[in-house]
């Protein structure tokens, strides 16, 4: 299904507007005030497992089936949140999809790896390769398809090109309904195409990215894609990004990240996940800490989904169970 708009080929995937809900457990436990730290739950917008993709993907896969796609190409790692929403935005719309991931079989189980075979996708692993190898590998998979008559459309690493961002410009214009007196939106940085879109909106002084390893500049990476959207020119240097949550690697839990989803969840029984989510709240409370974020303004933490990740994170699960308590009955 399309929207009625013969222009904007957008697909519809998602229950809108997302929820806006109040933290003050949390917010009073990393030192802001009760009413002042609030989520937006884009890990609710209803596709396979939600998440922010679900954004994106109702701009790119709105294209692909203005193109005549019969089937759509993607890439990711393993874990891939994207990869298991392109999964089922294939499965809604009636599209094969095949998933060009870095690794080789056994490298990854559980997680989202698990739905996207439960969403029908067919998986090509690219054993260890860059990104660039990455793309080359998904071309020659679009290649073989076409040569097999199939019409593939390529969809982007993480959803993220300008047309997706066109998503997260739509969730800023929600938020100033939601919260005119926004002061800060915290948001995980991997693809880039989230922060860019929100910047649209909101502008560069309202929205706080937090890198969490996806990419090798993120400030480039988000810079070219808000530019690409808006017309006009985005400095890099005039973003507010955190780069100090990346720990050892894209794929490794840090020590900040386990307690910040570890706090999330005692507090306000909301899950995070170990790459991005809970990068993006340890984030948060080391802004809080470092005075970057003030108590008495509405503070917004957008929670951009992937708890199936943390089914496949085998070193946060372990931790988790670490930190069972037990007692006789």
């Keep these: 299904m399309t929207s009625d708009s013969p222009t904007s080929h957008r697909a519809v995937f998602g229950t809108w507007p997302t929820p806006l809900e109040p933290m003050p457990r949390l917010a009073r436990a990393i030192g802001l005030g009760a009413g002042d730290l609030w989520v937006k739950r884009d890990d609710l917008t209803g596709l396979g497992g939600g998440g922010n993709k679900v954004r994106k993907l109702e701009w790119t896969c709105g294209a692909a089936l203005a193109d005549g796609a019969t ?3 993607t890439t990711g790692a393993p874990q891939s949140n994207h990869a298991r929403l392109t ?4 499965a809604r719309l009636g599209l094969d999809v095949v998933l060009v991931l870095a690794g080789a079989p056994g ?3 559980s997680g989202n790896l698990a739905l996207d075979g439960l969403f029908g996708a067919t998986v090509v692993w690219a054993g260890d ?4 190898a990455l793309d080359s590998t998904a071309e020659h998979v679009a290649e073989q398809l076409r040569q097999r008559g199939v019409v593939p459309a390529l969809i982007p690493f993480g959803g993220s090109s300008v047309l997706g961002a066109r998503g997260y410009a739509e969730c800023g214009r929600e938020l100033l309904a939601q919260a005119p007196d926004l002061a800060t939106v915290v948001v995980a940085v991997g693809s880039g195409g989230t922060m860019a879109g929100l910047l649209d909106p909101l502008g560069s002084a309202r929205v706080l990215g ?6 090798t500049d993120p400030a480039r990476t988000v810079s070219e894609l808000a530019s690409g959207l808006t017309g006009t020119h985005c400095a890099p240097e005039t973003l507010s ?6 720990g050892d690697g894209y794929s490794t839990l840090t020590e900040a990240a386990m307690a910040a989803l570890t706090l999330t969840a005692r507090t306000e029984g909301i899950v995070l996940d170990p790459i991005y989510t809970g990068r993006a709240m340890a984030g948060l409370i080391a802004a809080i800490e470092e005075g970057d974020v003030v108590p008495g303004q509405r503070t917004i933490f ?11 994170h085998a070193a946060t699960l372990a931790k988790l169970e670490e930190a069972l ?5």
Aim: glycine share 14%; hydrophobic share 45%; with cysteine.
């Design 129 to 132: 390769v860059d990104d660039a």
């Design 325 to 329: 308590t037990f007692s006789s009955p």
């Design 71 to 73: 089937a759509l190409v």
């Design 87 to 90: 999964a089922a935005a294939g």
């Design 302 to 312: 957008l929670h951009s989904g992937g708890m199936p990740g943390l089914f496949g």
């Design 241 to 246: 990004l955190r780069l100090d949550q990346v």
């Design 210 to 215: 937090v890198h969490c390893g996806a990419v």
């Design 107 to 109: 490298s990854s189980t």
